[in-house]
């Protein structure tokens, strides 16, 4: 059996960061300004941190203004949410992230609730999440959405293929079930309660794996040829030879390599995709703010 593709989500996702930049461009000429994103980070996680540095250098190559909020992890929540209401107004302001996890004592569900959803580039508010249920325009999850993209070039059509997501988030799982399920594909949601896991994933056509432990589907689970999308990124425990630790998936990747027909690297596969997909997101709703229509092939 030959060795499976590698998918290049990282190759992927700088493609479309061109692809958006010239959009971007093209919405600041029509529109007299540029589409906006606000990210707010709460407290000093350091993982945070790093993502939304991340995130705000990404705007800023795509052409997109970065307006990025750095609270203090006391910040009580009728201050967040008066934050939130004033990005909620101001016509600069077509995207609105809140960075998570957020320090304890602040409710996450009612800070969601609190973002217009026609901002919640994250696709986070329960309107949001209804409207992908019943098939309404609104915003996807951009993990979700990532590994459907990749899913889509990889594949082309994904009518009738047998698909087995593991994990039922409410940020990756639950909307990659529903947009794989969009796409004509025959969905399996699997967990952590799923009996004879390695069964249900062996049917898979398509495997997605989002449950943040690492390297727990094993190259024996996997039907040959099955295409793989590994959501997952774990640090493992540092070593002599690597003193930060390695970054593996939640697929055992060097066995899977001799059996699945292709798929993602960790790192290197769907993380860029996010926040790639954060961007489109972004752009898509500066048009709709705009009254125009949505640049296609984005
Ligand atoms: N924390 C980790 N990933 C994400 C994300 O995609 N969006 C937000 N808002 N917070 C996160």
Redesign the pocket.
């Known amino acids: 059996m030959p060795e499976a593709v590698r998918i290049d989500g990282k190759g992927f996702a700088d493609g479309l960061r061109a692809r958006i930049a010239a959009a971007a461009e093209a919405f600041a000429l029509h529109a007299g300004r540029r589409p906006g994103l606000a990210v707010v980070l709460v407290g000093e996680d350091a993982?945070?941190q790093v993502?939304v540095g991340a995130k705000g250098r990404a705007c800023i190559e795509a052409g997109i203004a970065s307006f990025e909020h750095r609270l203090p992890a006391t910040t009580g929540a009728a201050e967040l949410l008066v934050l939130i209401e004033r990005l909620n107004r101001d016509p600069e302001v077509d995207g609105i992230?809140?960075?998570?996890?957020l320090p304890e004592g602040l409710d996450e569900q009612a800070v969601i609730a609190a973002i217009d959803p026609d901002k919640d580039v994250?696709g986070?508010h329960v309107i949001n999440a209804g409207r992908l249920s019943v098939g309404q325009e609104g915003f996807v999850?951009?993990?979700p959405l990532g590994c459907l993209m990749l899913l889509r070039d990889h594949l082309g059509d994904l009518s009738g293929l047998e698909a087995v997501v593991i994990g039922r988030s409410n940020?990756v799982g639950k909307p990659m079930a529903q947009l794989l399920t969009d796409a004509n594909a025959t969905v399996t949601i699997a967990h952590s309660r799923t009996r004879d896991l390695p069964e249900v994933v062996r049917r898979a056509d398509i495997v997605v794996a989002a449950v943040g432990r690492p390297e727990m589907v094993r190259g024996d689970w996997i039907k040959p040829g099955a295409t793989v999308i590994d959501v997952g990124i774990n640090r493992l425990p540092p070593t002599e030879d690597r003193p930060k630790g390695r970054l593996v998936g939640d697929v055992a990747y060097a066995e899977a390599l001799g059996v699945a027909g292709a798929i993602t690297p960790v790192p290197g596969g769907v993380g860029p995709m996010?926040i790639a997909v954060?961007l489109r997101n972004t752009l898509v709703a500066a048009h709709r703010h705009a009254g125009m229509d949505a640049p296609s092939g984005i």
């Open positions: 993982a945070s993502y992230l809140v960075q998570l996890p994250d986070f999850p951009c993990t940020i996010t954060l």
